[in-house]
């Protein structure tokens, strides 16, 4: 028998002997259990079980939880412990067998236990071999599935690794990138930083330059001032400046270089007989005018007054008021009154005074154009474009000897030029283009009343003595009207196209009559002419009458009675309007103003400008 076999049996017989030690066999045969676990079913100190548990030895193995459970030896030991345990009583000893028997059967027994004991050794090992061998089996599939883990992580860890050395290479291209812009940048860098050792070499030589501009604006400031005082000393009058762009100046006085910002600013801090020169900008507001003085603007096409489309319903609400007599305006655009109607008398510009120009000016979206209000006489209107107003481009009440000359007036709401109600007489009305508006010249010896155009009151002075000379009236609803005016001249106009060329009306008190009407063109118009009282219709002969473009007479003969041998460019046969009104001297073609003699024009200039010189006002003399 090996010393290891020896070992175990010892440690069988030891452990048999001890009653704990046999209860823990026995209890470790039916299930595993914890060291807790026994130490409250026997009750015994946890010094004492350890004892007991060591004294065991190869009896016992502990699980992969903690738990005790016995070996194959341990089996082999309770195995032999029941044995013991079961042998029933021995029977009464037969009579002793010799001694030879004896020891035959002594020694067949130990042989049988002996062999026995091997068998159970060899079962119990076995048994644990087997044990052993499934819980390696199991071990080995962990190891395995712990292996699948793994290598499904290699593979994680694997597919990183190539991100990770793509990433690697796309930041190394990326390096190769910014290195590149880096070094393009620390070319441009270079490039800048000459720009800028130039630019400031610029900068050095702006300043200089600016330094001397200093010295040279002084200078032209210095020479303006000269210039100006040598101009006014000139023009005998003081020349006050305004520009609107010149905002928040706290030297602003007028000057030349320091022009007031507002129209109306300059117009009051100047004297009369000062010049008021205006740039170009938009000018959003009102001015009155109560000083003789001369307003001009840079260019009518861009310096605006814009009454911003505000005010009441009288003259000194209009975008431009005047109340000085002597007063000169030109080169504006004037806009946007306030008013609306034929009782709102706001315009672009209202005159109250006499002995004024207006020449020059745009004059365009406003109630009135121009207005003439009571006892404005003397006034020069022309050289305006007068459009797009929402009554009558130029309105006159009681106002006499006033010029309105070579305007273009079109495309007015109401009208172009009316001369309304009282004594407004002596007027001229030359050379004007007046087109696409509902009346072209209407001249009347009544004003309307209350709020309808059918209500009218007389007056007992109506107008009379007026010229319209030389006017071209085209396109409008009716060309010239005339209702309850005489004495007026109508000479040298061109009226075409119109709904009704001219009409002469009466009223209850005043017929239309004794006006004079020659050397007009009526062209093509729906109804050249209407009259009610006498007129007449020609200037005698030779100068002759109208040309009348539906006249169908003929020019064989002629002669004050047209009855002379040959033709003289006057039909032979009047044009009739009505029982009272006949042109008996009807021309044949278009009358033509004649021109006047070119040679002549240098001397009259000449004499002009000599008696202008003579006359010329002292410096600094005022009116």
């Known amino acids: 028998m090996s010393k290891s076999e020896e070992e175990i049996y010892s440690t069988i017989f030891t452990a048999l002997k001890h009653p704990i030690r046999r209860k823990i066999l026995r209890m470790l045969s039916r299930r595993a259990g914890s060291f807790s676990e026994m130490q409250e079913v026997f009750k015994v100190e946890s010094s004492h079980l350890t004892y007991h548990l060591e004294s065991l030895g190869d009896l016992l193995f502990k699980t992969k939880d903690g738990k005790y459970a016995l070996s194959s030896f341990g089996q082999a030991a309770i195995s032999m412990m029941y044995q013991v345990e079961e042998t029933p009583k021995t029977p009464p000893m037969l009579p002793s067998l010799p001694l030879k028997w004896k020891a035959c059967f002594a020694v067949l027994m130990a042989g049988l236990i002996l062999s026995a004991g091997l068998y159970y050794v060899q079962y119990q090992t076995l048994s644990q071999i087997s044990a052993e061998y499934d819980r390696t089996k199991a071990e080995l599939e962990e190891l395995q599935n712990q292996y699948n883990e793994a290598k499904a992580e290699s593979e994680q860890l694997q597919n990183e690794y190539n991100r990770t050395r793509a990433e690697l290479e796309q930041l190394q291209n990326d390096y190769a990138e910014i290195e590149a812009e880096l070094e393009q940048l620390q070319n441009e860098y270079d490039t800048l930083k000459t720009d800028a050792e130039r630019l400031q070499s610029d900068y050095n030589e702006t300043k200089e330059e600016l330094r001397q501009l200093q010295n040279a604006y002084a200078k032209i400031e210095a020479e303006a001032k000269r210039l100006q005082n040598l101009l006014e000393q000139y023009l005998g009058s003081r020349i006050i400046f305004v520009d609107g762009s010149n905002l928040g100046d706290p030297l602003e006085n007028g000057s030349f270089t320091h022009p007031f910002d507002m129209i109306q600013e300059g117009v009051n801090a100047a004297s009369p007989g000062d010049l008021v020169l205006v740039a170009s900008g938009t000018y959003y507001e009102h001015v009155t005018i109560a000083k003789s003085l001369t307003l001009v603007g840079e260019s009518r096409s861009t310096t605006i007054i814009d009454g911003n489309r505000t005010g009441g319903w009288s003259a000194k609400d209009s975008v431009v008021y005047v109340t000085a007599n002597n007063v000169k305006i030109s080169g504006f655009k004037i806009q946007n009154s306030g008013g609306n109607g034929h009782w709102a008398f706001v315009g672009g510009i209202s005159l109250t005074s006499s002995n004024n120009t207006i020449h020059g000016n745009t004059i365009s979206n406003n109630n009135y154009g121009i207005i003439l209000v009571w006892n404005s006489d003397n006034n020069v209107?022309?050289?305006?474009?007068?459009?797009?107003?929402?009554?009558?481009?130029?309105?006159?009440?009681?106002?006499?000897?006033?010029?309105?000359l070579n305007n273009t007036i079109s495309r007015n709401s109401n009208g172009g030029i009316w001369l309304e109600g009282w004594d407004n007489s002596n007027n001229t009305i030359r050379n004007n283009f007046i087109t696409n508006n509902d009346a072209g010249i209407l001249i009347t010896g009544w004003i309307l009343i209350g709020g309808s155009t059918t209500l009218s009151i007389y007056s007992e002075i109506p107008p009379s003595n007026n010229t319209l000379s030389g006017n071209?009236?085209?396109?409008?609803?009716?060309?010239?009207?005339?209702?309850?005016?005489?004495?007026?001249?109508?000479v040298g106009n061109t009226i075409s196209n119109n709904g009704v060329g001219i009409k002469l009306l009466a009223d209850p008190y005043t017929p239309s009559r004794n006006n004079t009407l020659y050397h007009n063109n009526f062209i093509d118009n729906i109804?050249?002419?209407?009259?009610?009282?006498?007129?007449?219709?020609?200037?005698?002969?030779?100068?002759?009458?109208?040309?009348?473009?539906?006249?169908?007479?003929?020019d064989l003969y002629g002669g004050p009675y047209q009855n002379e041998t040959g033709s003289d460019g006057i039909g032979d046969t009047p044009y009739i309007i009505d029982e009272n009104n006949t042109d008996n001297y009807p021309l044949m073609g278009t009358w033509i103003l004649p021109e006047f003699p070119s040679a002549l024009i240098l001397p009259l200039l000449m004499i002009i400008t000599l008696v202008a010189i003579i006359f010329r006002k002292p410096f600094g003399q005022r009116e």
């Open 472 to 490: 071209t009236v085209s396109g409008n609803g009716y060309g010239i009207d005339i209702e309850a005016s005489g004495g007026n001249t109508v």
């Open 527 to 554: 109804n050249q002419a209407s009259a009610a009282g006498k007129n007449t219709w020609y200037n005698g002969y030779p100068s002759g009458g109208n040309y009348w473009s539906d006249y169908v007479g003929v």
């Open 381 to 404: 209107i022309s050289g305006n474009a007068i459009a797009s107003n929402g009554e009558w481009s130029i309105h006159m009440y009681g106002s006499s000897h006033n010029l309105i």
